[in-house]
């Protein structure tokens, strides 16, 4: 089925880790917790070259400080 680019770049990305059909019960959760680290902060193109995390974390201070600027 057809899917969005970045969500095919995405599981493009989880595949380096997990190849597809995998049955995740094998992996540990710190295991699975290690690769969204990995995967949360790499730099994307389509953040601008900031990392998943860093733009989520400014999203949420500016949320909680609406009036300040975050760059």
Do not use: F
């Not at 770049?9 to 190849?19: A, V």
């Not at 790499?42 to 070259?49: E, G, I, K």
């Amino acid at each position: 089925p057809w899917q969005r680019g970045s969500n095919e770049n995405t599981n493009g990305l989880l595949r380096q880790y997990i190849p597809k059909g995998s049955d995740l019960s094998i992996y540990s959760q710190d295991e699975l917790d290690a690769i969204a680290l990995s995967l949360n902060t790499r730099p994307r193109a389509r953040l601008n070259y900031e990392s998943p995390l860093v733009v989520y974390t400014q999203h949420i201070a500016l949320l909680q400080h609406p009036t300040d600027t975050v760059n």
